[in-house]
């Protein structure tokens, strides 16, 4: 039986074989090719305790997926040559970001292209990092998708195997190339490096022993008169005869009031993938849905976030996403006003809808000694499904603000949201 110091040096051997075909293939590509592909994002300051962590770009969230799972990214061509990052600080700062997040279903997605003997942590540090991953973190991880998965991968596998309970084993996937992991996680958000991309175009050309297909993409077939999902406000209000509050938010909402209030972690727990799908094709084709018959209050909270997710644009809009980075920049006591401001911004169909939901988010942290749910944890719940910017995924340093701001509204919602005569539940 091959021991565990033999696997490592196994190991070793296959990274430096990796290393050198690394090495050739960016001979062959341009200088800027080794540039990070995640630059420091604009919002993150540089008194950020984990300045000279964050600042590479290593570790992404990008939102939730389809199915309202968080998506933590992992980038190995990221990873600066080890004398210049503390990998001990790096696991911090990877702790401090799931933190975050452990408490409600999540995906841990990692890059491992990239990876070479100058930047890559040691053994050492793998079974430390693991030691410490108790299972407060492990519960919640419905998969790990390991993407351009190589043998040192899985010879690094087969060293944790003893430390892996069977469980856990199981969330693991490899996944070869990146139109199996957008298969496998449908994320329209997710942002993939430069350097992922030219090295999947480069195997997918290997394996069909030429040069890559250029990628077609099929014109967009025009939405469906009864379309909910994917489409604009405006486009579900006008073909459902001027109501304000779509359907699906008055559906939802609706049955959550009744159902949802007193259940513990609503919102953030997933849902069976196809359940979802099959709901959001009734919904386009205009036939009802009943959630009574899905015998799971979690159904109806991920259709109510999928729904925010996929509208063309987010329901605060485009436009307040700068000014919601600014928040930072302003005084604790002035917050509540400022934020009203951005409210009262908004068109008046965005303003209706937002008031509508944030009402009812408002409701269920009311019940927050019962759910769990506070104003906070909503706010990182529904933060990223209802501010984002134009293009692009969110920037981790950029969700600070942006779940102050969500949290703010939620907690002071009678004095963020203008007067108005007419009540969101007679609009919808």
């Known amino acids: 039986m091959t021991s565990a110091s033999e696997l490592e040096q196994l190991a070793e051997t296959e990274l430096q074989k990796e290393e050198a075909e690394l090495e050739a293939e960016l001979e062959a590509e341009p200088r800027e090719g080794h540039a990070p592909s995640f630059p420091a994002p604009a919002a993150l300051d540089a008194s950020h305790p984990y300045y ?6 290593i570790i992404q969230v990008c939102g939730d997926d389809s199915y309202g799972r968080k998506l933590v990214v992992f980038s190995s061509c990221c990873l600066p040559p080890s004398h210049q990052l503390n990998h001990r600080r790096l696991l911090e700062y990877l702790k401090l970001t799931l933190d975050q997040y ?51 991968i899985r010879i690094v596998w087969n060293i944790f195997k003893p430390l892996l309970s069977h469980k856990f084993g199981k969330k693991l996937t490899y996944v070869n190339f990146l139109s199996e992991l957008r298969e496998l996680v449908s994320c329209q958000q997710l942002q993939v490096p430069q350097e992922v991309l030219r090295h999947d175009e480069k195997l997918r050309a290997i394996q069909k022993g030429g040069a890559p297909p250029p990628l077609k993409t099929p014109p967009p077939r025009p939405p469906l008169p009864t379309q909910q999902f994917g489409v604009s406000l405006q486009y579900i209000r006008e073909k459902n005869r001027g109501v304000v509050i779509p359907p699906v938010l008055t559906d939802t909402v609706s049955y959550l009031r009744v159902k949802g209030l007193s259940t513990e972690g609503i919102f953030r727990r997933s849902a069976r993938v196809q359940t979802i799908k099959d709901i959001q094709k009734l919904y386009n084709l205009g036939k009802p849905v009943n959630f009574d018959l899905y015998e799971d209050v979690h159904v109806a909270a991920v259709v109510l976030k999928t729904f925010l997710r996929e509208l063309p644009e987010p329901l605060l809009t485009f436009r307040t996403y700068g000014r919601i980075q600014e928040l930072l920049a302003v005084e604790s006591s002035l917050r509540v006003s400022r934020s009203r401001q951005v409210l009262e911004s908004l068109p008046e169909h965005h303003l209706a809808v937002a008031r509508f939901l944030f009402g009812f988010l408002h409701q269920v942290s009311q019940e927050s000694l019962v759910n769990k749910m506070s104003s906070s944890n909503l706010a990182c719940v529904f933060g990223v499904n209802v501010v984002r910017p134009r293009h692009g995924s969110t920037p981790l340093g950029a969700l600070t603000p942006i779940n102050i701001f969500t949290e703010i509204i939620i907690q002071h919602f009678h004095c963020v949201f203008p007067p108005t005569t007419t009540t969101a539940t007679t609009t919808a």
């Open 102 to 152: 452990v408490e409600m279903d999540y995906i841990l997605v990692y890059f491992h292209y990239g990876l070479r003997s100058s930047n890559k942590p040691s053994v050492k540090w793998l079974r430390e990092a693991y030691g410490e991953f108790d299972r407060k973190y492990k519960k919640n991880l419905k998969a790990l998708y390991v993407v351009h998965p190589t043998n040192f």
């Open 52 to 57: 000279d962590v964050a600042r590479h770009g």
